[in-house]
């Protein structure tokens, strides 16, 4: 059986191109398992409270406030904070120091959506905190409203250890990077004390890290300014 010539002439010509179009499937097939997603960098900053840190030098008291936030899922952070207080409180009924240290633990989320090459973070946040503290109340006023003369204090110096503390906090924030890693930033939040320790004759209006306690309402308020370093691994 002779095949005619035109069949010939027609494969010769038809198999280079089906090898040609399997070779650029598999081309784009392999092309397309070789592109790897970008991974996402792992950001950790660490920082310092300095507004806190400042207040406390100009009111005899002392404070430092550390805290570490890590980027671990898109605009998610877990963040973790470590501060220790020695304040001293005097007002026209009390003078005492307070001394102690607390920890918080908490997620923050980063509204902003940065562009070019920004890495500002304009966030809201919650944290559960947690307190242990000491009073040493140096002296007190007997209060006697609508005395002539301020009554003369009564020295003591007493002692009221192992004092609890917990609360949780929400707040908001906004950093923004001023030099090559290196941020300034401001938060306000609000604060609910969930509990906190109960002394005989002695009413606490002082707590580290929640501030001044409203002695009618369990909420409180607070502010920071502070500075922070970002690492990029």
Do not use: C
């Amino acid at each position: 059986m002779r095949i005619p010539f035109k069949i010939i002439l027609f494969l010769v010509a038809f198999i280079p191109f089906t090898y040609s179009l399997s070779a650029q499937q598999q081309t784009d097939s392999i092309a397309k398992d070789s592109i790897i997603k970008p991974k996402q960098p792992v950001k950790i900053r660490l920082g310092f409270d300095i507004g806190k840190y400042v207040w406390a030098k100009l009111n005899q008291s002392e404070s430092v406030d550390f805290y570490i936030d890590a980027n671990f899922y898109k605009n998610y952070f877990v963040v973790l904070s470590y501060g220790h207080e020695n304040h001293l409180t005097d007002n026209n009924l009390l003078n005492y120091h307070t001394t102690g240290s607390y920890y918080k633990l908490g997620l923050m989320y980063n509204l902003y959506d940065n562009w070019l090459d920004m890495d500002n973070d304009i966030d809201i946040g919650f944290n559960y905190a947690y307190a242990r503290f000491d009073y040493l109340l140096h002296s007190y006023r007997i209060n006697q409203p609508g005395a002539i003369y301020v009554p003369e204090p009564v020295e003591v110096e007493q002692a009221f250890n192992n004092n609890k503390a917990q609360w949780f906090e929400l707040y908001a924030q906004i950093q923004v990077e001023t030099l090559k890693h290196i941020y300034l930033g401001y938060n306000v939040g609000v604060k609910y004390l969930i509990n906190y320790s109960d002394i005989d004759n002695f009413t606490v209006t002082y707590i580290p890290g929640f501030f001044n306690r409203n002695t009618y309402s369990r909420f409180g308020f607070g502010m920071q300014y502070f500075i922070s370093y970002r690492l990029t691994f």
